[in-house]
C-alpha cells in the first residue's frame, strides 16, 4: 500500500509541477507580448487609496486604457495626482479643472485633455497660467467637492472651472450615500495586497477578460446593435430626475462657497445632451445650465459652439462613444478660454 500511496504523491508532484511550468511560461509569453494587464478594466489601479494626493490618482503613475480599442488610451499622473504634466510653472493663480471623464479625458491623450488644450492656447496668447485637471470617471459633485478643497488648500488658486454632464449628475449615490467613485476607490483599496490583487494583476486573467468582451461584441454585432445608436438620455423618471436635480444644485451651490471662500472665481460650462441618428450628432441645451444662473456665476455655452462647429460627428469619439474627440476637447478649451478673458479673469501673468 505504501508504495502505491508513494507513486501518487509523485504523480501529483509532477502534475502540479507541469502545470506551474505551463502557468509561467503561458503568462510570461502574454507579457512579452505586451498585453497590459488591468487595461480593459479601468484606470483604478492608479487610485491614490492613501487619499494624500491632491487628485484622485498615485503621484507619478501612468496607466494604459485597452478597451474598447476604438478609444484606447494611456493616462500620466503628475506629482498632485491629476493628469497629465505638472502645471505650469508660472507665478499666476492656478485655474483648477473640474469634473468627470468629459474633463479627464477618457478615450484621449494626456494633451488632447481639454485642460491641456487650455493651458496651450493661454500660453499662445500670452498669459500662460498653471491648469490643473482635477477630474476624474464617474465623479458626482460631492466628489469633485472634496478634491476641490484639497486643491483650494494646497494650491493658489484663481479659478475654478466646473464642467457638468448635461443632466449634472451621473448616477444617485448607494443607500449609504456612497457615489460611484468612493465604491470603486474602496474596492480598490480592499483589492491590493491580497489574493484577488493578485489574480487580477496577472497577464492571464486580463486575456480571459479580453476574449470575454469580445466575444460580447460578437454577439451585439450578429444582432445589428454594434455600434450602438445613442438617442436620447433621460431613462429615470421625472421625479428622480428632479431629486437629483435638487441635490446637484445643493453640493453645487456649497463647491461655489468654498470657491469664493478661498477668493477665486467659479465659472461654470455644461456638457449639452447629445442625440445621435444616422450617425450625425445632434446638440441640445443642457438642464445644468441652470445652474450659472442659479449660482450667479459665469457660463460656458458650449451647446451653441458645439452646434456651430462644422463636421458635428467629428467632435465625438463615435461611433461608439459620445465622450469629445480631440477636436471636441478643443472647442471646450476654446469656449472657457474666451469666458475667461471675457469675464477678465486673465489679468497679467
Known amino acids: ?90 507665478d499666476a493663480p492656478a485655474i483648477v479643472c473640474v469634473g468627470d471623464s468629459l474633463t479627464f479625458g477618457m478615450g484621449l491623450a494626456d494633451e488632447d485633455a481639454y485642460p491641456a488644450q487650455l493651458d ?69 483599496a480592499e483589492r491590493r495586497g491580497g489574493v484577488a490583487g493578485f489574480v487580477h494583476d496577472l497577464a492571464l486573467y486580463e486575456a480571459r477578460t479580453m476574449a470575454r468582451l469580445w466575444r460580447e461584441r460578437a454577439s451585439l454585432v450578429g444582432r445589428g446593435q454594434f455600434p450602438p445608436d445613442f438617442q436620447a438620455a433621460g ?32 465659472v461654470l460650462a455644461a456638457w449639452p445632451e447629445v442625440r445621435v441618428a444616422g450617425g450625425v450628432p445632434s446638440f441640445h441645451p443642457p438642464w445644468s445650465a441652470a445652474a450659472a444662473a442659479a449660482l450667479g456665476v459665469p457660463y460656458v455655452d458650449l451647446q451653441a459652439a458645439l452646434a456651430r462647429a462644422p463636421d458635428p460627428a467629428g467632435l465625438l469619439q463615435l461611433p461608439v462613444d459620445l465622450h469629445p474627440s480631440p477636436r471636441g476637447a478643443a472647442v471646450i478649451a476654446a469656449e472657457v478660454h474666451r469666458t475667461l478673458a471675457r469675464e477678465g479673469l486673465l489679468g497679467p501673468p
Open 1 to 90: 500500500m505504501k508504495p502505491l500511496v508513494l507513486g501518487l504523491l509523485r504523480l501529483l508532484a509532477r502534475t502540479c509541477g507541469a502545470a506551474a511550468l505551463a502557468f509561467v511560461a503561458a503568462e510570461g509569453a502574454l507579457r512579452l507580448g505586451g498585453l497590459p494587464t488591468g487595461g480593459t478594466r479601468s484606470i483604478r489601479d492608479a487610485y491614490d487609496v492613501t487619499e494624500t494626493a491632491v487628485g484622485a490618482f498615485q503621484p507619478g503613475s501612468a496607466v494604459r486604457v485597452t478597451w474598447p480599442p476604438e478609444t484606447a488610451y494611456a493616462a500620466r499622473f503628475n506629482a498632485l495626482g491629476c493628469r497629465g504634466d505638472a502645471p505650469r510653472a508660472v
Open 120 to 188: 496651450r492656447r493661454l500660453a499662445a496668447a500670452g498669459t500662460p497660467r498653471p491648469v490643473v485637471n482635477l477630474a476624474s470617471g464617474h465623479l458626482h459633485i460631492e466628489d469633485s467637492r472634496e478634491y476641490l478643497d484639497r486643491a483650494l488648500a494646497r494650491l493658489d488658486v484663481g479659478v475654478v472651472a466646473l464642467l457638468a454632464p448635461c443632466d449634472g449628475y451621473l448616477d444617485p449615490p448607494g443607500p449609504a450615500g456612497e457615489t460611484q467613485h468612493r465604491r470603486s476607490k474602496r474596492r480598490e
Open 235 to 266: 431613462a429615470a423618471p421625472e421625479a428622480e430626475r428632479a431629486a437629483l436635480r435638487a441635490r446637484y444644485l445643493e453640493q453645487a451651490r456649497l463647491l461655489a462657497d468654498a470657491v469664493r471662500e478661498r477668493g477665486a472665481r467659479l
